[in-house]
């Protein structure tokens, strides 16, 4: 008896322990006149414990005016830089690819165009490249990464209409510029099929 009280004891102060020595997070929250909706899509961690969040808002004021934001905290959750993207009728989305060591994050856009980009660790904005046209009536990735051999590889949908879209594979040389291999189905536009 003894001995399970003394487990039980020990049990509950290092319980008590954990919570009071655990570390805190944040919370951050920002409201942008006339922003109806703003989506999160990918998150990156910087050297210092900053983060790099890339994400889509929509304007709907007067008509939809669509933005990409690239937004960076500190590791206390404090705004350092917000970059805006777009602004224009045409539906865009953004999907983060990777990090490098100089805390550099490179991420594709979509539009009228597949596109890489970069962004520095102080906010600076670098285009790439010009992946290829969007199909149809778009191109929404999901994720993206880079291969071990350098390439990049997105998945997401292809949309033939606003009320149909299938899945989609893109594979890209490492620059972003070749598109190597892409995969919808043939009943969605596309003018690639998977190999057989």
């Not at 690239?70 to 206390?76: A, E, F, R, V």
């Not at 970059?83 to 989305?93: K, Y």
């Not at 009320?163 to 892409?182: H, I, K, P, Q, V």
């Amino acid at each position: 008896m003894k001995t399970s009280f003394r487990l039980l004891l020990i049990a509950w102060i290092l319980s008590i322990c954990s919570i009071a020595f655990a570390k805190s997070g944040y919370v951050y929250t920002a409201e942008f006149a006339n922003i109806d909706c703003q989506a999160s899509r990918s998150i990156f961690v910087c050297s210092d414990n900053s983060v790099v969040v890339l994400g889509n808002a929509d304007d709907t004021f007067e008509f939809h005016f669509y933005y990409l934001s690239i937004t960076k905290l500190n590791p206390q959750g404090e705004l350092m830089w917000r970059q805006w993207m777009g602004g224009g009728g045409t539906l865009v989305s953004i999907t983060g690819v990777d990090i490098d060591a100089n805390d550099t994050v490179t991420f594709i856009t979509t539009s009228e165009y597949i596109r890489l980009w970069s962004i520095d660790r102080n906010g600076t904005l670098h285009f790439l490249s010009v992946g290829t046209d969007i199909p149809n009536q778009g191109i929404t990735f999901n994720k993206a990464l880079r291969m071990p051999n350098g390439d990049i590889v997105a998945v997401g949908k292809a949309s033939q209409s606003y009320d149909e879209s299938s899945a989609c594979f893109f594979r890209f040389t490492a620059t972003g510029d070749t598109l190597a291999s892409a995969f919808w189905p043939v009943d969605q536009g596309s003018q690639y099929l998977e190999a057989e």
